[in-house]
């Protein structure tokens, strides 16, 4: 908490996030699984302190964390279920910063105060069926209509969409277009007629964060609704790998926050678990398995810490987030591995923290870009800075 590079403001939100984490959602988090659901108190608590708007500058409502600051919250906030933070985490992540990266200037005033408050749940509907790790494959589209665009198609696995107010979703809006080219971002308000959203999809872990389907049936919007206003048809596929490189720094935060989690209760439990007349701590295996964890997580922490300063500064915004979220997401895997090993039959049972987080962590190498997707995008970007086109 004593970081030179945060201001004491910060610090403070940072302490008091902390506190919430602990006090109160850690100790729900087996009614969370249980239920599917994040409690109205949690949600309303969070709102107050500011959470749903922690990324969004002060101008348009929210706390102005820069990324630097913003990766250590989300150190505190993976702490506890990822649900928690994913709740409030397409607001200031990939939902958000559409407006951030892409909207007019009218466009910001009008819907982020909304999105910063909590008043509005913001979802990011760019994924298809057959557009996902290439997004620029989306069909959905979207035809000039009077005054107005005529939006057509389905998403897949859109995040919040079962309680979402609004949905920032991308169209071709060329059909001549070749690729990532002639796609347009539009702010699709909820109980339009034609969208529609299919029941939540029934995942692996991480209960409590929901998933659905979108679908578009001839959803008539205004042409105020393109993101960027006319300047902005044709440059949605743009504003959103642009929120990607945003995202890809955040979710390699979480992984580190959850990664400290699952070491902790991996110490606590070799700490306290007796075997063979001693506590499992004392067997150099099971130290061996601590230690490789521990290294994983100082390592991931570093890494993200130093790709936030350069998004910051604006000398890395590609290659680094790339990098962290690739890193730090495999790492959280190998050590909820190893946390189910050390706690042995215990870690396979439900209910033990170990096991949810094990099935959780799973995930984040496959959201915002898989780690095969990362791959490529870290070896194209050495290569075309080594002049390779």
């Not at 009218?106 to 105060?113: C, F, S, T």
């Not at 008539?220 to 300047?231: D, F, Q």
């Not at 110490?267 to 007796?274: F, G, I, M, P, Q």
Request: proline letters at 4%; glycine letters at 12%.
């Amino acid at each position: 908490m004593g970081d030179p590079v945060l201001d004491d403001e910060v610090r403070q939100i940072i302490a008091a996030t902390r506190r919430f984490v602990r006090e109160r959602v850690v100790p729900a988090e087996a009614a969370i699984d249980d239920t599917d659901a994040i409690p109205a108190d949690l949600r309303r608590e969070a709102a107050e302190m500011g959470l749903f708007g922690f990324a969004v500058p002060e101008e348009y409502g929210g706390l102005g964390l820069d990324m630097s600051a913003e990766v250590r919250l989300v150190f505190e906030l993976g702490y506890t279920t990822p649900a928690f933070r994913s709740m409030f985490g397409t607001n200031n992540g990939i939902a958000g910063h559409v407006l951030l990266e892409g909207a007019t200037e009218e466009q910001k005033k009008a819907y982020l105060p909304p999105i910063a408050s909590g008043e509005w749940t913001a979802s990011f509907a760019l994924t298809e069926e057959n557009a996902g790790s290439d997004p620029s494959g989306l069909t959905t589209a979207a035809r000039r209509d009077g005054d107005g665009w005529v939006i057509s198609g389905s998403k897949r696995f859109i995040t919040n969409a079962p309680l979402a107010d609004v949905f920032m979703v991308f169209a071709r809006t060329d059909p001549d277009a070749a690729g990532a080219r002639g796609i347009t971002a539009f702010m699709v308000e909820r109980g339009l007629p034609g969208l529609t959203v299919g029941p939540k999809d029934h995942k692996m872990g991480q209960a409590g964060a929901w998933t659905a389907d979108v679908h578009l049936d001839d959803v008539r919007v205004p042409a105020s609704t393109v993101i960027g206003g006319a300047e902005g048809v044709g440059r949605g596929y743009a504003t959103a790998m642009r929120c990607l490189a945003h995202g890809r720094v955040h979710i390699a935060a979480l992984c580190v926050g959850l990664s400290q989690r699952l070491l902790d209760e991996s110490v606590s439990y070799a700490a306290s678990r007796v075997q063979g007349g001693g506590v499992i701590g004392t067997h150099q295996l099971v130290q061996g398995l601590l230690a490789d964890s521990a290294t994983d997580l100082y390592a991931a922490r570093a890494l993200v810490t130093e790709v936030a300063a350069h998004y910051d500064d604006g000398s890395d915004t590609r290659l680094g987030p790339s990098c962290a979220k690739y890193f730090a997401s495999e790492a959280v895997g190998r050590i909820a591995d190893r946390a189910v090993q050390i706690h042995g039959g215990a870690g396979y049972m439900r209910g033990v923290p170990v096991e949810r987080f094990y099935r959780d962590a799973r995930l984040f190498r496959i959201y915002e870009g898989t780690s095969q997707i990362q791959q490529i995008v870290i070896a194209r970007e050495l290569l075309r800075n080594a002049g390779v086109r």
